[in-house]
């Protein structure tokens, strides 16, 4: 298995909790948005400038359980500072590739399948 790149960030605001940001795994359609990880709440969605800008970086000490969380459900992980703008392109692309992925290979169906997207 391909280990996942992960960032962990300290909260500034609010529960000042340690989360991970995977800059890689899109969370949207699009790819615009990241998907995070907390203690609470699990996996969502996260705008990763907006996470960076609102957050400190975390300790090896401060993720420690929460890597072991990650790991428990699967993950292999890799951990860095910062995402690379290839990083943030590798996960548009991804999105990309999911939305291909799933289309009919009819000129009309395409159409209807991304109206249905777009909704």
């Known amino acids: 298995m391909t280990p996942v790149i ?14 991970a940001l995977f800059p890689e795994l899109p969370a949207d359609l699009f790819g615009r948005c990241c998907t995070a990880y907390q203690h609470l709440g699990q996996h969502c969605a996260a705008d990763y400038q907006g996470c960076i800008a609102a957050s400190d970086p975390a300790s ?23 995402a690379t703008p290839e990083m943030h392109e590798r996960r548009r692309r991804a999105a990309t590739e999911r939305i291909l992925g799933k289309m009919p290979t009819s000129a009309a169906s395409r159409r209807s399948c991304v109206f249905e997207y777009l909704g």
């Open 6 to 19: 992960v960032i962990f960030r300290n909260d500034r605001t609010g529960w000042k909790d340690c989360f």
């Open 60 to 82: 090896p000490a401060d993720y420690a359980d929460l890597f072991e969380e990650l790991e428990r459900r699967g993950y292999i992980l890799s951990v860095r500072r910062r």
